[in-house]
């Protein structure tokens, strides 16, 4: 295993929450997991490659079943493979 550094960061009472609801709901083993994983996120999104541009969106629950349906039946190797799918084709159509 790499060796680590250790940061301390100030949350707020709210975030400490919610963080705590995640690990408490089983979706992380432990706080520094979340944290680790939030962290991931923000750093590939700021150093992702030049010919790629990283955005968020926020999708509706209904919607990311139908994306996470389109893994199950393998129309899509990924839930991020299954959006850039949907985009393409919803972009495709705009401009014909």
Same mark, same amino acid.
């Given at each position: 295993?790499?060796?680590?550094?250790? $940061?301390?960061?100030? #949350?707020?009472?709210?975030?400490?929450? #919610?963080?705590?609801? #995640? $690990?408490?709901?089983?979706?992380?083993?432990? $706080?520094?997991?979340?944290?680790?994983?939030?962290?991931?996120?923000?750093?590939?999104?700021?150093?992702?490659?030049?010919?790629?541009?990283?955005?968020?969106?926020?999708?509706?629950?209904?919607?990311?079943?139908?994306?996470?349906?389109?893994?199950?039946?393998?129309?899509?190797?990924?839930?991020?493979?299954a959006?850039?799918?949907?985009?393409r084709?919803?972009?495709r159509?705009?401009?014909?």
């Open positions: 295993m790499a060796a680590t550094d250790r $940061v301390t960061v100030r #949350l707020s009472a709210e975030q400490i929450a #919610l963080i705590q609801h #995640l $690990v408490d709901s089983g979706e992380f083993e432990t $706080v520094t997991d979340v944290v680790r994983e939030a962290m991931d996120q923000f750093l590939s999104t700021r150093f992702s490659p030049e010919n790629i541009r990283r955005i968020t969106v926020e999708i509706p629950k209904d919607s990311a079943l139908k994306l996470e349906t389109l893994v199950n039946d393998g129309d899509s190797v990924s839930f991020d493979d959006i850039r799918n949907a985009v084709e919803y972009t159509s705009r401009l014909m």
